[in-house]
């Protein structure tokens, strides 16, 4: 199984909502990622979990979550966004490479979740 | 910083015909991808290549990497109308971990 799954794929919330966004994978990968992607513009970096930590967080507002419950699950909890964290929610997996990150390998991305906050 | 900038920003060409696209990044690297995204899609991995390799193939894809230049190109042979899509790449940093950079991207119209 080489497929990574999101759910929900589109979702539409008010800035007082709360809900949470799911990723997950069954290739035995140890990494995980969250990117945010606005229309025509490159995926953007957000959190990633390595072995089940958090490893990177790029410095991102704290209305947005990342939770690892285990190493095939991926959430991200949002609460109290404003209309601009609209946006294509995509998760990814990977092997973590060697000690360290010196290594890198390819990631395989889910399809989106398509967020749209009124 | 934008770790890869990417040209030219559209390409159309015809069916058949070559298409390449270049990417730029800053700092030093472990690895540079290429991925694919069609429209509003996740992303599809098309080739690594490692900062130490100079030259890549994978079936109608050809990968050049300029690591004292800093820059990379894509090349698709023969296109075909399915290769319509943005095309990425992609760096990590050279220590640190793996924060993956995407650059901004080019995208193709392969006319049929």
């Known amino acids: 199984d080489t497929e990574v799954t999101q759910t929900p794929k589109h979702l539409v919330m008010g800035m007082t909502n709360k809900k949470s966004l799911k990723c997950e994978q069954h290739m035995g990968h140890r990494a995980m990622y969250w990117y945010k992607q606005k229309a025509k513009k490159p995926p953007e970096l957000m959190f990633v979990?390595?072995?089940?930590?958090?490893?990177i967080n790029e410095s991102v507002p704290s209305r947005f979550s990342p939770e690892c419950p285990n190493s095939s699950l991926l959430n991200l909890h949002l609460h109290a966004l404003q209309p601009e964290d609209s946006a294509l929610y995509l998760c990814?997996?990977?092997?973590?490479?060697?000690?360290?990150?010196?290594?890198?390998?390819?990631?395989?991305f889910g399809p989106g979740t398509r967020l749209t906050v009124l | 910083s934008q770790q890869g900038e990417e040209d030219p920003q559209a390409l159309s060409i015809q069916e058949g015909e070559n298409a390449t696209m270049n990417c730029s990044y800053k700092t030093s690297i472990n690895n540079l991808q290429w991925y694919r995204q069609n429209s509003g899609r996740g992303l599809v991995h098309l080739i690594l290549i490692r900062s130490n390799e100079r030259e890549k193939h994978s079936g109608r894809l050809r990968v050049t990497l300029d690591t004292s230049k800093k820059s990379s190109s894509l090349l698709i042979t023969a296109s075909r109308a399915a290769d319509t899509a943005s095309y990425f790449c992609?760096?990590?940093?050279?220590?640190?971990?793996?924060?993956?950079?995407f650059g901004a991207g080019t995208r193709l119209f392969v006319k049929a």
């Open positions: 979990y390595s072995y089940e930590k958090l490893s």
């Open positions: 992609a760096t990590d940093r050279g220590t640190g971990g793996f924060k993956t950079i």
């Open positions: 990814a997996s990977s092997h973590p490479g060697l000690a360290g990150g010196s290594s890198y390998n390819e990631q395989f």
